[in-house]
């Protein structure tokens, strides 16, 4: 079950962990993988992550602190480092009142492939707007 998620780079939903495991395990039950997922991230193994207003859960093995940069296209996500300075980290606890534990940065953007086919798009919208 980790290893599926260790394995997995592109932050897979829970239905995309199961689809996965039930390669491995076909029998295997829904309820039992959301189950294990939960306890995994309970047990500090995996992160929940919530990448955009109403887009589902993912999940991450990465623990350790680190950045995404997220496509508002197909929602694709990737681990980027993009630490903040620890004067910054500082300041920030102070103008807050807050004793920081943890922050993580989230960039969005369109990732190389989506950016492809939006340019492909606009310049066939370009020239249809012409031949109007
Ligand atoms: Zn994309
Ligand atoms: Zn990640």
Redesign the pocket.
């Known amino acids: 079950m980790l290893d599926v998620l260790i394995a997995a780079h592109d932050h897979p939903t829970a239905a995309q962990v199961l689809d996965r495991v039930r390669e491995h395990q076909p029998g295997i039950g829904a309820a039992t993988v959301y189950r294990t997922l939960s306890l995994l991230v309970e047990a500090g193994q995996a992160r929940v992550l919530s990448l955009g207003e109403g887009a589902s859960a993912r999940y991450d093995a990465n623990v350790s602190r680190h950045d995404h940069v997220l ?1 508002v ?4 996500a990737m681990d980027v480092a993009a630490p903040l300075p620890a004067r910054a980290l500082a300041d920030m606890a102070s103008r807050t009142g807050y004793d920081l534990i943890e922050y993580d940065v989230q960039f969005r953007g ?2 190389p ?2 950016n492809k086919a939006h340019r492909k798009q606009s310049k066939t919208n370009e020239k249809r707007n012409r031949s109007v």
Do not use: E, L, M, V
């Open positions: 496509c296209d197909c929602g694709a369109r990732c492939s989506c």
